[in-house]
């Protein structure tokens, strides 16, 4: 009696760069008859080419390999092989027309053929190194000289600035969205990170056909500030405002700071936010500016 049931032994699968799989199936196959032929054989475990396999339904089956054993003219081995990246044939391939369809599966096989288009953001985080100004401590205290006032030069510490890669598929790409993106910091949350946290530090555009489909695939590297990319500097100079100008109306008038025996500093002095001199034992103050453009990161990159 015909029959036909998949066996381990030969079951084997592939990944590649960029995104290719592939997969080998093998089954016993038993016919009723010596006169039964490889047709036979190779429709009896109900596979037909164009077929999706089993646990990737975005690789199909585009080879049937019916083998005869030599133990008996009605036994034999059916090794199907399957493949993400089958081309089309010519008459399928896009920008053709005219023609009538061919009447053949490979017609519903390029059809089927799983679109790079649909697929999700792929992700890569790393870490660099890099420099940045210590403004507090571990306790969150800010640091300071024995006269209570930040250093000059400030102190400056080795810290790892996280690195995201995205990759994702787009059916155009113009050097004008490059440029759009270029040291722009993320407007609103994406993907859980809160607005102004990522810059994109580098795009990239590299034009792939795969599956029947032209496309582009973009990688977008974001470099993340948990504080945000607000440029935060210390409030500090060598004038204050002139308090006897406040409430009057007029353009401010600025006077020079100088000690209790009237010496000008010679180094800039600490103010308070108000364009004072900071009272000493006062928290010092950073003035925060954003200095990077703004975008919509769903609306640019997906």
């Not at 008996?72 to 059916?78: A, D, E, K």
């Not at 288009?117 to 890099?130: A, D, E, G, M």
């Not at 440029?179 to 555009?205: H, I, K």
């Not at 977008?220 to 500030?225: C, E, R, S």
Request: with cysteine; charged share 25%.
């Amino acid at each position: 009696m015909a029959s036909a049931h998949e066996i381990w032994e030969g079951r084997q699968g592939t990944g590649s760069f960029p995104f290719k799989r592939t997969y080998t199936r093998v089954f016993d196959v038993y016919t009723d008859s010596a006169a039964d032929g490889n047709n036979t054989a190779a429709n009896l475990p109900g596979i037909s080419q164009g077929d999706p396999h089993p646990e990737d339904p975005g690789a199909f089956c585009n080879s049937i390999a019916p083998a005869q054993k030599s133990d008996s003219p009605t036994q034999w081995t059916v090794t199907f092989g399957y493949d993400s990246n089958i081309e089309a044939p010519d008459a399928l391939q896009p920008g053709e027309t005219g023609g009538e369809t061919p009447p053949t599966s490979p017609a519903e096989l390029a059809a089927a053929q799983e679109n790079p288009l649909t697929r999700p953001i792929r992700w890569k985080v790393s870490f660099q190194q890099t420099q940045e100004v210590a403004r507090k401590d571990r306790n969150a205290d800010p640091i300071r000289n024995s006269a209570k006032l930040p250093f000059d030069p400030p102190i400056v510490v080795e810290v790892s600035r996280p690195i995201v890669t995205a990759v994702v598929n787009t059916a155009t790409f113009e050097l004008a969205d490059a440029q759009y993106m270029q040291d722009a910091v993320n407007s609103d949350t994406w993907f859980g990170m809160e607005p102004r946290t990522l810059r994109c530090v580098g795009t990239e555009a590299e034009s792939q056909i795969e599956n029947g489909f032209a496309f582009w695939q973009r990688t977008y590297t974001f470099a993340i500030k948990w504080d945000t990319w607000d440029f935060k500097i210390l409030d500090c100079g060598y004038a204050e405002l002139d308090p006897g100008s406040e409430g009057l109306g007029i353009d401010p008038h600025w006077v020079k700071i100088v000690d209790e025996h009237g010496a000008e500093p010679t180094e800039p002095v600490p103010l308070n936010g108000s364009g004072r001199k900071l009272t000493p034992g006062d928290d010092e103050v950073y003035l925060t500016f954003r200095v990077y453009r703004e975008v919509s990161y769903a609306e640019n990159v997906g």
